[in-house]
């Protein structure tokens, strides 16, 4: 649907405006932990007077609710997107014109806390508006109800209800303080399915975490997957270093998902870091009787520069199309000009996102190429490579504004199309 461009600027513009006066507190805006401790530090705590205006501290807390038997913070999530797309007449053979568009790229509202007397509960509960963790075409989506029960300490938690699968590092960490702007390896998981899953954070020092989940879609809501049926995650991580508190570390990860599917179908498609695009690869459905995918994720930190790499195969068990198999893989560079450092967070992982230290925010320069391929003797569903190239400003500690331009190959029918694409984003999170 076309809307007035002007219109559509002035929407963009309020939707922020009218987030900088929403207070809460999302996971997102999670700070890292110190060594060996599961709290992070406030978020409220002095910050610099930043040329764009942050929420104030004081009004966040008078809307959080701290009871002896209950405890609640709010959250909110906006973001909002222009893209623009250039094609050539075998991209346009391929998929189709790629209209340029305004995207509401997600409206989140979440409330998490704790209840209970002595042993304490805790919970979850979020809806979003076209998010990250939804189907493009899907619109409100309640996208976690989760309780989570401490086993014996806050190492080990055991969490049931509607939550994240354990696998990729695309999926479990913060995909709007990714690097880039949008995932990429999204063939090969899916974000949320009602299940149970355990977590455990392991050493003193926490250098490393284990995290395995069970899953079934049937017992939520079909629509929201592509493959419907039961799902076994897994995912581990250490730190092979960690040095100059936190600032140099070298993260490695380990991953697998199994997936059967109720109709003995499978399928994979994805889109080329869109959330608007066509799906330039599509393996459609294949008779299939289950799938496995492994996860290889790497992160390199030393100090603003930052490597993340992240490779997954996967294996289809097809007797009709002879066991296909297919791969995904990407490698990000980013390079905070102004001397932030992306800081990890032990207790899950992963990096958290750049807190800038000056008035003036938090300039990041991102680079990636990837390549999703699935394509195999009997299934042709497509390979395309992409390179991007973006900036991104982490104006305040909750604001950013972001633009990035990608080149995509897409090799299918016979003809290699190629796509510009630029992306402008806007981004509150809180």
């Not at 002896?68 to 893209?83: A, F, K, S």
């Not at 899907?138 to 354990?166: C, I």
């Not at 702007?181 to 050493?203: H, K």
Request: charged residues 20%.
């Amino acid at each position: 649907m076309q809307t007035n461009f002007g219109c559509k600027w002035f929407f963009f513009f309020l939707l922020f405006a009218c987030a900088s006066s929403a207070y809460g507190q999302s996971i997102e805006s999670d700070l890292a932990p110190p060594r060996g401790q599961f709290t992070a530090p406030s978020s409220d705590e002095a910050a610099p007077v930043y040329v764009i205006p942050d929420v104030p501290p004081q009004i966040s807390q008078q809307l959080k609710v701290d009871r002896h038997w209950i405890t609640m913070t709010p959250g909110l999530v906006l973001i909002g997107d222009y893209n623009a797309f250039g094609q050539d007449a075998n991209s346009l053979s391929q998929v189709g014109k790629q209209a340029d568009q305004f995207d509401d790229r997600a409206i989140r509202f979440m409330a998490r806390g704790k209840v209970g007397g002595a042993y304490k509960l805790g919970y979850l509960v979020a809806a979003e508006y076209k998010g990250f963790d939804t189907d493009p075409e899907q619109f409100w989506n309640l996208t976690d109800l989760a309780v989570t029960a401490p086993l014996g300490g806050p190492e080990t938690t055991l969490s049931v209800g509607k939550l994240k699968e354990t696998f990729a590092y695309e999926m479990v960490g913060d995909a709007a303080n990714l690097p880039a702007q949008e995932r990429v390896l999204s063939p090969f998981f899916v974000s949320r399915n009602a299940g149970i899953r355990l977590n455990r954070v392991l050493g003193q020092d926490h250098r490393a975490t284990a995290a395995i989940g069970v899953y079934d879609q049937d017992w939520g809501d079909p629509g929201t997957a592509f493959n419907n049926g039961t799902d076994v995650t897994f995912r581990t991580t250490g730190l092979l270093w960690d040095l100059n508190e936190d600032r140099d570390y070298f993260h490695v990860g380990l991953a697998g998902r199994y997936n059967t599917d109720t109709d003995g179908s499978i399928r994979m498609r994805g889109r080329p870091e869109s959330n608007v695009t066509s799906n330039y690869v599509d393996t459609g459905a294949i008779p299939a009787n289950y799938a496995w995918n492994f996860g290889l994720e790497l992160l390199w930190n030393q100090g603003p520069v930052s490597v993340l790499a992240e490779y997954i195969p996967s294996w289809i068990s097809s007797d009709v199309t002879s066991n296909p198999n297919f791969y995904g893989c990407y490698v990000t560079t980013s390079w905070v000009v102004t001397g932030e450092s992306r800081p990890y967070d032990r207790t899950v992982g992963y990096a958290r996102r750049v807190i800038p230290k000056n008035r003036y925010g938090a300039i990041e320069l991102v680079s990636r190429f990837s390549n999703v391929d699935l394509e195999d003797e009997a299934i042709h569903g497509g390979e395309f490579y992409k390179t991007y190239f973006g900036t991104n400003w982490w104006a305040t500690r909750r604001a950013k504004f972001g633009i990035g331009w990608g080149h995509t190959w897409l090799d299918r029918f016979g003809s290699v199309g190629e796509t510009d694409h630029l992306q402008v984003r806007t981004q509150f999170v809180y």
